[in-house]
């Protein structure tokens, strides 16, 4: 059974940085596709940053091009999301997402078969 758990979240203020944490565990990941997805208030979830398991390729989407780093650390089986320069357009329940399908660059909510529970980012003016 895949279990995604993140961690990380907080109240920063804008210009601030966190960094989000993806436990994963049930499978071998090496062949998965892993992605930050976001919520905020009244949107819907959109699709933040992607890696293969190595983290040798890696894509985002425009907002965040620049100031989001997604990484892994296999040894730990571990995704992150360093955010820096957030922004209060960044406010929203970021997930964790895994995708078992031949890897591309996948970008949309049904790509995905499994899902953390969420974090909560709040940044502040």
């Known amino acids: 059974q895949v279990l995604l758990v993140e961690s990380g979240g907080g109240l920063v203020q804008a210009g601030g940085s966190l960094r989000l944490s993806c436990a994963a565990s049930g499978r071998t990941f090496s062949s998965a596709t892993m992605g930050w997805f976001r919520q905020a208030p009244g949107k819907e979830r959109e699709f933040v940053a992607g890696?293969?398991?190595?983290?040798?390729?890696?894509y985002y989407t425009d907002a965040v091009k620049g100031r989001f780093t997604i990484s892994t650390d296999n040894a730990k089986n571990t995704v992150y999301l360093q955010m820096n320069s957030l922004k209060p357009e960044d406010t929203a329940v970021y997930y964790c997402?895994?995708?078992?399908?031949?890897?591309?660059?996948?970008?949309?909510?049904?790509?995905?078969?499994?899902w953390g529970q969420g974090t909560q980012v709040t940044v502040s003016s």
């Open positions: 997402a895994a995708s078992f399908r031949p890897f591309s660059t996948l970008r949309t909510q049904r790509d995905y078969d499994y």
């Open positions: 890696s293969n398991w190595s983290g040798g390729t890696t």
